[in-house]
Structure formats: C-alpha cells, structure tokens
C-alpha cells in the first residue's frame, strides 16, 4: 500500500517548510496544493485564473477543481510509492474525496501531522516569508534566510513575496481555515490518524518531533 502523510495546520504554521524536509528523509513526493496553483498561475491556465480570483482574497478555491488537480498528480508514476501531501485536503468533503481516489489507486493516509502555532505567529511568519519563484523553495527574512538575499539557495531563482501574505489577506486566511479547515482535525483524531506537533519551536525543533512520532508510529 502507497503511504500518504497529511500536513494540516493554519497559514504559515510550517508545512512546506517541513514538507521539504520530511520528503528527503522519507524519499516520498511532496505535494502542495498551494504551489500547484500558483505554477498554474504563473503558467496563465485557465486553473491558474481560476485559483487566482480565490487566493487573491484568501478563498479556498472551490473543492471540484482541487480535487481533480489532486487527483491528476497522485495518478502519476512518482506517486507509486505514496506522497507527503501539504495543504490538501483542507475541507471534510476533499478528505472523503481523497479517500476514494487512495482507494482506487491502492494507497492509504498513514498519518495526518497537525502543525499549531498561533495567530501572532503566523502573522511573523506569513509577513516575513519569502518563495522562490522556480520550485516554491520556502525562506523567511529573520528564521530562514537565504545565502544570498533575494536568490533561491538550491536554483538560484529570484525570491517574491506571495500576493496573499499581505496581514490583510492572512487574517482572512486564517479565518477561513477555522471555519473550514479545522473540522478535519476531529475528522482524523477519531479515525486515529492525528498527531499533534507543536509548530511554535525553532525549524529543527519541529522536525524531530515529526520524526519521532512518525518512527513511533507509522514508519
Ligand atoms: P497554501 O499555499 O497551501 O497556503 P497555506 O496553507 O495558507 O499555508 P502557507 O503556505 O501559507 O504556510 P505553511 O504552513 O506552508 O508555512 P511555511 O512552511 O511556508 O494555499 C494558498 C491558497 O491556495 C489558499 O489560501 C487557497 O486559496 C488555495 N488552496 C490551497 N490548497 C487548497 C485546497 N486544498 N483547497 C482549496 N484551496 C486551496 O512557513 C511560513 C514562514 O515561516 C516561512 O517564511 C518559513 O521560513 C517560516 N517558518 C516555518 N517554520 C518555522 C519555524 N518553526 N520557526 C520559524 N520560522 C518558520
């Protein structure tokens, strides 16, 4: 059976920070829902100016197209062996979706890994943020700076600050991820798959505790 881990947790708590680091311990693909979109937008597809109009105001972008995006990419090869999936599924009805595409595909959610931290947190985090333009790589102005200032350390691409990390955006970010978003944490816990990881401690911190709960658990 294909393994998948869940990264679920508020804007900016560190999933793709960690998502990075988990898929070279694990050697499974990370899969962030986010940075499909934004290469579909920076590609100008129809999704792309679909997705826009939502992320711009801090929207989920609605469930039919994001679980097709998702669908598309788990069906391919380098999925075989499972994925680390960041920021999908994010609505009860994506996580029942998921459930029947891992069905079909011959894989299961092994573990849901669920990063807290808060809300002035996020806004540090979210407001300093920088990505890279070429692959999403994730650095911040104070907790994670790059080498050189606004190039990417792994493909030397130039670093931008996201659209939706404006504080205005954000606050609406993190609304929409209490009303939508956290009914999953029930969701999982009462199938046994939640973990809960204290995102607010240092980027290593964070890692070894993942580590640790998966190796206890479920790798
Ligand atoms: P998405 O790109 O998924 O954004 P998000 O979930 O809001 O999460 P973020 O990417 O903001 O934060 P993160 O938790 O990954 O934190 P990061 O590691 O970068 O989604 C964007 C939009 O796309 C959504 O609003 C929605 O419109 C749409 N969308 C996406 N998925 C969807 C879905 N399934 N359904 C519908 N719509 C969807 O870290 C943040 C910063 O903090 C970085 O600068 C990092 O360097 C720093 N940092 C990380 N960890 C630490 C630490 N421990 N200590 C100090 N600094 C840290």
Known sequence: MATY??????????????????????????????????????????????AKSYMDKGELVPDDVTIDMIRDRIARADCEAGAILDGFPRTPNQADELEKMLAEFGGQVNAV?????????????????????????????????PKKPGICDYDGSELYHRDDDTAETVAIRIGVYLEQTMPLVEYYRKRGKLIEINGAQAVEQVTKDLLTALKDNYL
């Open 5 to 50: 881990i869940i990264l679920l947790g508020p804007p900016g708590a560190g999933k793709g920070t960690q998502a990075e680091i988990l898929t070279e311990t694990t050697k499974l693909v990370h899969i962030s829902s986010g940075d499909l979109f934004r290469e579909n937008i920076q590609n100008q597809t129809k999704l792309g100016k679909l």
């Open 113 to 145: 890994l669920y990063i807290t931290a808060n809300e002035l947190i996020l806004i540090e985090r979210t407001s300093g943020r920088w990505s890279c333009r070429a692959q999403g790589h994730i650095y911040h102005q104070q907790f994670n700076m």
